[in-house]
């Protein structure tokens, strides 16, 4: 490249950047004997190239964003659905089977018991009316979540329910057999007798002998922790442990049990051991 074209592509680089780009700082100065203004100038409008990228579509997308155009919607807006019920005692006493006098003996108590965190999302009436419409009507989250206005914890519930459990091990509250673990996903903490995954921090200022340790170990419990979940499934078939359970606790692991025996029964008989 002479200095004619050198200057006519740096005029056309600089025309470029002022007029197009919307973070990109000024154009340097130029001076025909130094090359450095130049070489800025190509780095500006790289960065500006990287700033303008965008993935490509459908990339990491759950399935229901791939399906639906802004899947998640707005944010929830609180409904003040006690307000509402309340103005009708028999609709609210076949939605709760509590009158509206003994609700508000319901608020006081657990009023007086309730140990309160922060900014609370809903009121104690909302939250224990939207308890009693659960445990009575057994609607879904779904439509709970539209009624009230809330979202529902997911898939962090599980471990805030871990961190709320007493301890786990040999001869602690919960006992627990030893040399044995239980194998959890990355949202859980990593200890005894958890055993999680590496994630992709913990494996990428590794040596190579132990990028390929880690690797293959995570390949191994994901296979491993698959088959559990698969499992599981086969035993939730059975709608007495996959819904709500309905029966004395003294009963639940005796249910299990023989449904868990079943669930191995059906998957004999599908693969044809026992036909």
């Known amino acids: 490249m002479n200095e004619q074209q050198r200057r006519s592509f740096m005029v056309i680089l600089m025309t470029y950047m002022r007029y197009k780009s919307l973070t990109a700082c000024p154009p340097p100065l130029f001076n025909a004997n130094d090359d450095m203004y130049f070489l800025i100038l190509l780095q500006n409008f790289r960065q500006y190239l990287i700033s303008r990228r965008r993935p490509p579509i459908l990339y990491n997308f759950s399935i229901r ?3 639906l155009d802004n899947a998640d919607g707005d944010e929830f807006i609180v409904n003040d659905v006690y307000a509402v019920v309340i103005q009708r005692p028999y609709e609210f006493w076949i939605l709760t089977g509590e009158s509206t006098t003994s ?5 006081i108590d657990v009023s007086q018991n309730l140990n309160l965190h922060g900014k609370e999302i809903t009121s104690v009436q909302n939250r224990i009316l939207l308890t009693l419409i ?3 009507q057994y ?3 779904t439509l709970l979540s539209m009624s009230f206005g809330i979202r529902f914890l997911g898939h962090d519930n599980d471990a805030n329910a871990y961190h709320r459990i007493g301890p786990i091990g040999p001869g602690d509250a919960l006992d627990f057999p030893p040399q044995c673990y239980i194998l959890a996903d990355s949202i859980y903490p990593n200890g005894y007798p958890l055993v999680t995954p590496f994630k992709s921090v913990e494996i990428i200022r590794q040596t190579r002998a132990e990028k390929r340790f880690r690797r293959k170990f995570n390949i191994l419990h994901r296979n491993r922790r698959v088959y559990v979940e698969h499992v599981i499934k086969e035993i ?5 442990i996959g819904s709500l359970f309905r029966h004395p606790r003294w009963k639940l692991s005796s249910i299990v049990e023989l449904c868990a025996g ?8 599908l693969s044809g051991e026992l036909a």
């Open 262 to 269: 079943l669930a191995k029964r059906r998957a004999d008989l």
């Open 65 to 67: 964003s791939r399906i």
């Open 103 to 107: 609700f508000q003996n319901i608020v």
């Open 236 to 240: 939730k078939t059975f709608k007495v």
């Open 134 to 136: 659960w445990l009575r």
């Open 139 to 141: 609607p879904t989250y």
